[in-house]
């Protein structure tokens, strides 16, 4: 069964550059997420699709990140602009029932 | 909002001894998930807890689950060295949220 895809692996940008991150979730899987991981912490929620739509973005900077699942298949994540805050390694996890697999993230570092 | 605590945060393991990692959570839940993450790597699901005094095991870890504490505990017997990682716990909300605790690295040494 394949997995949770995402990419880029890496990316690095300067502060008030725009980036996006995409990932393709595992085939049936209805439920998406998009956490954000920073150094030395736990993952944080971003947003929780549901199919394409949105079930909680409660905790998404919306004036500067943006997320969308078209055809409630494959996911982006986009920054604009970019903040030195923003660097982190940004996970994509989709679920069927009670088990969550994650991809293996992107790390983006905002010099 | 769904508070998770672990403790410890780190943790030195001496080779073939016994630890514990426990998780405490703020609100009701009926479902939590242990992971484990190595360095660079994403999160591998270990075990999903599903109910009042559920119990799991996996070779040498072990997981527990009390609602009425909203406490789960995660039990290495006898550590090895490649147990050496971080181990998140994360619990479900009434609104299907997941929250994750600041995880606790462990470090096992001979």
């Known amino acids: 069964e394949a997995g949770v895809a995402q990419s880029p692996r890496y990316k690095i940008i300067e502060k008030r550059q725009s980036v996006a991150f995409w990932c393709n979730p595992i085939?049936?899987?209805?439920?998406l997420y998009w956490y954000q991981q920073i150094l030395g912490q736990g993952p944080k929620l971003l947003i929780q699709?549901?199919?394409?739509?949105?079930?909680?973005d409660s905790q998404l900077p919306k004036d500067r990140f943006s997320a969308e699942r078209l055809k409630g298949v494959d996911s982006t994540l986009k920054i604009q602009p970019a903040k030195l805050e923003d660097s982190a390694v940004y996970l994509c996890?989709?679920?069927?029932?009670?088990?969550?697999?994650f991809g293996s993230g992107t790390q983006l570092s905002v010099l | 909002e769904l508070k998770v605590e672990q403790n410890p945060l780190f943790l030195s393991m001496q080779e073939g001894k016994n630890y514990t990692i426990y998780c405490n959570y703020s609100?009701?839940?009926?479902?939590l998930y242990w992971y484990r993450q190595d360095p660079g790597k994403s999160l591998e699901s270990l075990f999903v807890?599903?109910?009042?005094?559920a119990v799991k095991q996996e070779g040498r870890l072990m997981a527990s689950l009390d609602t009425k504490a909203r406490l789960s505990t995660l039990h290495i017997t006898a550590a090895v060295h490649d147990l050496s990682a971080t181990y998140f716990c994360?619990?479900?909300?009434?609104?299907?949220?997941?929250?994750f605790g600041a995880g606790t690295t462990v470090t096992v040494r001979a």
């Open positions: 699709f549901q199919n394409n739509g949105v079930v909680d």
């Open positions: 085939s049936g899987h209805a439920t």
């Open positions: 994360a619990v479900v909300n009434n609104d299907y949220k997941l929250s």
């Open positions: 996890a989709s679920s069927l029932n009670e088990k969550l697999f």
């Open positions: 807890l599903l109910s009042n005094g």
């Open positions: 609100t009701t839940s009926d479902r």
